[in-house]
């Protein structure tokens, strides 16, 4: 009997020390009534999103998601919520010409991440654990702005249904220009890296760029 306790006890340890993030929690994220339109946003958010998780032993530290907000991806993006509000289209042009114009300004990541110890979910603090970087064939850049947008909702779980109640997500912004004056992301450049690091590891998370 006491073996037996003792063995329900090792199991119930290790099955709180889960390999995989909490993406069944809570309110499934909303989805579009059309399934085709549905499959080709998750086509293209899958193809500018990376993943990657850090461990300590059986111990989660970190998972995390990164989205490059390509061209592509802000239209696809806009569209959705336009199909979600019912806008018109006069504000999907509106829409669409505010992010072309900040397309070209910036790189710009979303960052969704799940930590189990929240002193380490300090992405946006000015001497945060983490050091962010996007990594090109023409090197690499940190962000010239972080901003918090708060725990994963309904409404950013429509957008990336990745994340869930125990995340929190973050717009990352990077460059556009090495300080040599070469493009960060040279023209052809297939695939680049979101890298997070610190003293608890590091992820890399590799997404297309075209």
Known sequence: MKKLL??????????????L???AVGEQAPTLKDENAESRYRALLAKYTGHQEIYDGFDTRLFAGATLQTWTFREARVKRQAAFQVLPEAKVAELLAEERAESSQVHEFFLGVH??????????????????ALVTPAGE????????????????????????????????????VMSSGQPVIPPGTEHVTFRLASSLGQAEMKVSAQ
């Open 115 to 132: 930590v189990n110890d929240y002193r380490y979910l300090d992405f946006d603090y000015r001497r945060s654990i983490w050091r962010l």
């Open 6 to 19: 003792a063995t329900g006890a090792l199991l119930g340890a290790l099955a709180g020390c889960s390999s």
């Open 21 to 23: 993030p909490p993406i």
């Open 141 to 176: 850049v940190t962000p010239v702005r972080i901003r918090r947008l708060g725990r994963a909702d309904l409404e950013m779980r429509a957008y990336y249904p990745y994340t869930n109640v125990f995340w929190v997500g973050y717009e990352v912004q990077f460059p556009t």
